[in-house]
């Protein structure tokens, strides 16, 4: 049978005319005449039987169909685009890894130590990921992420404990009575960890201390934000003690109170089930095991 499917130059056309709602400006960036792509939306439109745009006195504009579509399309077309990527790369017969990684765990602690592994053998490519996902709807081969290490249909390896620390600008405690307390700083700017809204809390009552003001304070998405938010003076933030090496070494941050705690998550390589005995990945997996005891040792 033949497939119903849409020509890659319709879907090109189509794809950069919706992301500029302007046919002209999409003819300018696919080196066509206005004309030529106005053709093939056209003969996209007649093919699907949908309006995929609707005429207006400035332009052009999505219909509520079309913009549904034009998300798939944007999809699909840059997965066949990485697909290729991926096949020129690897023309050279270079391992690949896909490797999904939390942002400031990827540039703090896992890059810094990427070339020591199989330097010039293997080439790994990372991809940022907040949140868990299904690797079914994605590329990737492998994670790292922070969690409790149950991840549905996958395997996970305990790679590095989270053991959270304080830390502010030298400015900030300056406001602080000496010798510094846990009641003092709770009487500073907290700065909150989206993805941790009670890190805080925790981190008081390990101490003994019992803080109303625990949630208060502006809100950050990454680690690396609530870094960057510290050295700026704007609060306290409670983050990774790896993550801070450098501001800390630097003098940029300090640590006003000595108290570290473990946090209820870790960091965890994961596979998906049936992939891990996979030669390349179980590597990859024992290096970054190996690697973090010998920090932890440190």
Not at 133 to 140: A, K
Not at 194 to 202: K, S, V
Not at 211 to 225: N, T
Not at 237 to 247: K, N
């Amino acid at each position: 049978m033949k497939r119903r499917i849409p020509s890659t130059a319709a879907l090109t056309a189509f794809d950069a005319s919706a992301r500029h709602e302007s046919f002209t400006r999409a003819a300018e960036e696919l080196a066509l005449t206005q004309s030529a792509v106005c053709r093939q939306v056209a003969g996209l439109e007649t093919m699907l039987g949908v309006k995929l745009f609707r005429r207006t006195r400035r332009g052009v504009k999505l219909t509520d169909e079309g913009r549904g579509y034009a998300d798939r399309v944007a999809e699909r077309l840059d997965a066949l685009e990485r697909d290729a990527l991926e096949l020129m790369a690897g023309a050279g017969g270079t391992p690949v890894i896909e490797l999904a990684v939390v942002p400031t765990f990827g540039t703090r602690w896992l890059l810094p130590r990427l070339p020591q592994f199989m330097p010039g053998a293997v080439q790994i490519n990372l991809h940022t990921r907040t949140r868990p996902f299904l690797f079914d709807d994605t590329h990737f081969d492998a994670a790292i992420y922070a969690g409790d290490g149950h991840w549905p249909g996958c395997i996970t390896r305990k790679v590095l404990a989270e053991r959270l620390i304080a830390v502010c600008s030298p400015t900030l405690t300056a406001t602080m009575p000496a010798p510094h307390t846990l009641a003092a700083l709770a009487r500073l700017p907290l700065l909150q960890q989206t993805t941790r809204p009670h890190a805080w809390r925790r981190w008081f009552e390990a101490g003994g201390l019992a803080c109303d003001g625990d949630l208060r304070g502006p809100r950050y998405e990454q680690f690396s934000m609530s870094v960057q938010a510290a050295v700026l003076g704007l609060g306290v933030a409670l983050v990774p003690d790896f993550m801070v090496e450098e501001e800390l070494a630097q003098g940029r941050l300090l640590q006003p109170i000595p108290q570290a705690h473990d946090s209820d998550r870790a960091y965890y390589f994961v596979v998906p089930e049936g992939r891990e005995h996979d030669p390349l990945l179980a590597r990859f997996g024992d290096w970054l095991a190996r690697t973090a005891a010998e920090q932890q040792r440190c």
